[in-house]
């Protein structure tokens, strides 16, 4: 995390990029603060559905365009489930969603998990990872290279980034916020040459001062 900080304060304005930090007492890392946080959130908004079952149905159409048969995917940071009932529904496969919430044993195909970790299962076993959460990442690099870990050879990353994932919207809740054309900078840095973004999807977006985009991040091949 820090080395990413010293990184962009070369290159970049602050409002471009930003990362709550969950401090203790002695000024190092909290888990436990970053947890509690997320699960306050999770609870406070619970009856709530972010994702859109159009944008769902345009990334399985991509999935396929792509030549992807697949088999297994994972959805991460997804309350409710509802982003791994359809892309099942679409995709015709088995679809696993993660909440580090323990709401999660209320919902279908999910499970109690942080995101920032994998479980052996699910390494090399996925042909796509879908997320709008990953603004809830406490460290980016990390959660990306782990979901990286988990794709097949071919298998693809779609990450929604939208304009309320813009380093403006963070805070205790959503800690990690940067802007749509910092992001491929920050994925390639962070892949160093295993992993980088190599497509990005435009999707329908109700306001016109706002956007609605994903990062389709690949594995080196
Ligand atoms: C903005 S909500 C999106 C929920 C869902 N994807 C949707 O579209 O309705 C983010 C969700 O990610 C969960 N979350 C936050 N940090 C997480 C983590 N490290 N691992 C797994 N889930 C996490 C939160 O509890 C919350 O339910």
């Known amino acids: 995390m820090g080395t990413i900080r010293k990184l962009l304060a070369k290159v970049t304005p602050a409002k471009a990029y930003k990362l709550h930090a969950y401090t203790g007492a002695g000024g190092q890392f909290d888990y436990e603060r970053y947890r509690k946080a997320q699960v306050a959130g999770n609870k ?71 995101f920032h970790e994998t479980r052996p299962e699910w390494i090399g076993a996925c042909d796509f990872i879908y997320s709008n959460s990953f603004d809830h990442a406490y460290d980016p690099e990390k959660a990306l290279t782990a979901w990286v870990s988990c794709l097949k050879p071919h298998g693809l990353i779609v990450m929604e980034h939208t304009s309320g994932h813009e380093a403006a919207a963070t805070s205790e809740m959503d800690p990690f916020g940067a802007a749509l054309t910092l992001m491929p900078y920050l994925v390639t840095t962070w892949g160093k040459g295993r992993f980088h973004v190599a497509e990005i999807l435009d999707f329908p977006h109700p306001k016109k001062t706002g956007y609605s985009k994903a990062l389709v991040v690949e594995k080196r091949r």
């Open 44 to 114: 406070a908004k619970l009856g709530k559905v972010w994702v859109k079952r159009e944008t769902v149905a345009l990334i399985a159409r991509y999935i396929e365009a792509r030549g992807i048969k697949p088999e297994f995917g994972l959805c991460h940071g997804t309350r409710r489930g509802m982003e791994q009932k359809w892309f099942a529904e679409e995709l015709g496969c088995r679809v696993l969603g993660t909440e580090i919430s323990d709401t999660a044993t209320q919902f279908p195909d999910t499970i109690e998990h942080d």
